[in-house]
């Protein structure tokens, strides 16, 4: 066995390749553990493969330039807003963190127009009111009893008598609506027509207590300014136009498959949860880390080559040095080995040939059950 025995395992936490003596010592303590006993330095007691395990995760911030048109109510301030003249060239730097995504507007130079609206001042006068400032309200409270509809069936309310005569169910209508015989009209005269507590005015005497008598009020609109913001310029009297360029960089994931062994899912678990995994992350231009295996190195080469529009980069390495141990007189398992946070870890699992003779034991033993089930079922 070559191995590195002065240690590569250097001190501090930061745990590096597990060497093969340390390999074969967290192998013995495992088989001893169990009662084994081996010599795993004798010759050919031993067979070990490299297989380190990469995880790679890329995050490029692509980046989206678009022209629009845009426009505001008033004179919004724009001078905040960088100017440019060609918006693909124009110097936009990339996003700290490429994983956050970042929305930048600037403006067409030249391209702020302000436009006069027809209201002028940006007051249209109010609908509600007529640009009164005041809307009509009845001085006094109507009369309970009549309800304020016509109070007398010669006048209406009016004073001015009508030409016809009344027909004798009108009459006799307002009265009941009343609730009592029906009274001279205070305001045409007409006897018995009117309704016997307001005697025709429709109203009683009782002031509105909104107006208190005044007969109108200021209009809730446009609080009596007979006045209104024209929605079309915001009341601004003036609108802004102007050619709105938008720089987008956004983030796109990709979690980037390697080429490498399939390992068995006790190993892959053990390893995320025990392993102490080399960590790193490398900016657009940065080179891969020291220490990749050649075939992870081949293989992430043409992933983080630039993509058209990318601006930013950030790539994330997690990277865990693997052996597997094959050990000569315990042919049923394969042993992996990790370098955990203190030491290296050793997990077992069984070996192809185990699993193989497992399957088959279980066909065996399938194969034997249905004959059984044949020779119980046969009539004898
Ligand atoms: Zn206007
Ligand atoms: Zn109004
Ligand atoms: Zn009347
Ligand atoms: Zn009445
Ligand atoms: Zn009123």
Redesign the pocket.
């Known amino acids: 066995m070559a191995g590195n025995h002065t240690g590569e395992r250097s001190a501090g936490g930061t745990a590096g390749e597990p060497t093969e003596r340390d390999a074969l010592a967290a192998v013995g303590r495992l088989i001893e553990a169990r009662g084994g006993v081996v010599d795993l330095r004798a010759l050919g007691a031993v067979r070990i493969t490299r297989c380190p395990v990469l995880d790679c995760r890329v995050t490029r911030s692509l980046r989206e330039c678009r022209e629009e048109s845009a426009e505001e109510e008033g004179q919004p301030d724009l001078s905040g807003l960088p100017v440019y003249r060609n918006l693909a060239d124009h110097p936009v730097p990339p996003p700290h963190d490429p994983r956050v995504r970042r929305v930048r507007e600037l403006v067409l130079d030249g391209s702020v127009r302000r436009h006069g ?3 002028g001042n ?1 007051k249209v006068p109010c609908s509600m009111c007529a640009g009164r400032g005041r809307i009509s309200c009845e001085p006094w409270v109507r009369c309970a009893a009549c309800r304020g509809r016509e109070g007398c069936t010669e006048c209406g309310g009016s004073g001015r008598r009508r030409g016809a005569r009344p027909a004798p169910e009108r009459r006799a209508g307002a009265a009941a609506d009343a609730g009592g015989a029906p009274a001279d009209c205070a305001l045409c005269g007409a006897p018995e027509a009117a309704c016997p507590d307001c005697r025709g005015r429709g109203r009683s005497r009782t002031v509105c207590a909104d107006c208190r008598g005044r007969g109108s009020l200021p209009c809730p609109d446009c609080g009596g300014s007979g006045k209104n913001d ?1 929605e ?2 915001g009341g601004q ?1 003036v609108r802004t136009t102007w050619t709105r360029g938008v720089v987008e960089d956004a983030p796109h994931h990709e979690q980037v498959r390697l080429p490498g062994e399939r390992l068995p899912f006790r190993v892959r678990h053990r390893a995320r949860r025990a392993g102490a995994w080399r960590r790193a992350v490398l900016g657009g231009g940065d080179p891969l880390p020291g220490g990749l295996a050649p075939g992870h190195r081949a293989a992430l080469g043409p992933l983080l080559e630039r993509r058209p529009g990318e601006v930013a980069r950030r790539v994330e390495l997690a990277h865990l040095p693997l052996l597997r141990v094959e050990v000569a007189t315990d042919p049923d398992r394969v042993f992996y080995v990790f370098p955990g946070h203190e030491r290296p870890v050793a997990v077992p699992v069984a070996s192809r040939r185990r699993a193989r003779q497992v399957a088959a034991a279980a066909l065996a033993a399938a194969f034997l059950c249905s004959l059984l089930l044949m020779a119980a079922l046969l009539p004898r």
């Open positions: 609206c027809f209201c940006g024209h079309a310029c009297g």
